[in-house]
């Protein structure tokens, strides 16, 4: 089972996943419903699951939503302490840098 998939591979029934993890049949359904809401996954009737077809850009900005998200509870955090706009840019340049 394990291991990275790729675009249009076929995914496992949901009773042969459930039944090599060791989970209810109800619970991986529910997981694959998620996957084909999120659009990771479509679903070919009499054929199964397969990985979706991704749309980078779309990815990309759904991405970046979260770290905008993110960076404005930073900032808000920022903000409860006094930490000036630019001591925020300073503390963000060591931590992008030390990433490296």
Excluded: H, W
Aim: net charge positive; hydrophobic share 40%.
């Amino acid at each position: 089972m394990g291991g990275a998939r790729n675009e249009g591979d076929p995914l496992p029934s949901i009773r042969n996943l459930a039944k090599e993890l060791r989970i209810s049949v109800t619970t991986t359904k529910r997981a694959y419903e998620e996957l084909e809401r999120g659009g990771f996954i479509d679903t070919v009737a009499g054929k199964g699951c397969f990985v979706a077809f991704q749309n980078k850009a779309f990815i990309r900005e759904q991405k970046m939503r979260f770290i905008e998200d993110k960076l404005n509870a930073a900032i808000n955090e920022a903000r409860m302490i006094g930490l000036s706009p630019g001591e925020m840019k300073a503390m963000l340049d060591l931590l992008y840098e030390g990433e490296k």
